[in-house]
């Protein structure tokens, strides 16, 4: 069964850090490019990042430039998402999916299959 699972949200003051894990089952992040999304109360779902499994290549939004980062583990299937110096504004459900097979991915790829149940990422003072 193909499955991505979240987990490693929590509450955090601004400047802050946390580091979210996207657990893969049924298949390999290696062959798939993995994006990670957020939605915030009110707001469209966003790309925030995404990993390329063709050259290994990553995208961000820009607004996180500089203070996310994507990695993966290729032993433990997981991908992760590093996130730094948080601000009120990353508030959001944070997601993982599939957003390619052997391909270059950006933010505004579209992701395919189904949502985990995603993990909430509270940044407040």
């Known amino acids: 069964q193909v499955q991505l699972v979240e987990s490693g949200g929590g509450s955090v003051q601004p400047g802050g850090s946390l580091r979210l894990s996207c657990q893969a089952s049924?298949?390999?992040?290696?062959?798939?490019?993995i994006g990670w999304f957020r939605q915030a109360p009110g707001k469209e779902r966003e790309g925030v990042s995404c990993?390329?499994?063709?050259?290994?290549?990553?995208d961000y939004l820009d607004s996180v430039a500089g203070r996310f980062t994507i990695s993966r583990d290729l032993a433990k299937n997981t991908v992760y998402l590093e996130m730094n110096s948080l601000k009120p504004e990353d508030t959001a459900v944070y997601y993982c999916a599939t957003v390619g097979f052997r391909s270059t991915c950006s933010i505004t790829t579209k992701a395919f299959g189904s949502w985990g149940q995603g993990t909430q990422v509270t940044v407040s003072s």
């Open positions: 990993l390329s499994s063709l050259d290994g290549s990553t």
């Open positions: 049924g298949f390999t992040v290696d062959y798939y490019s």
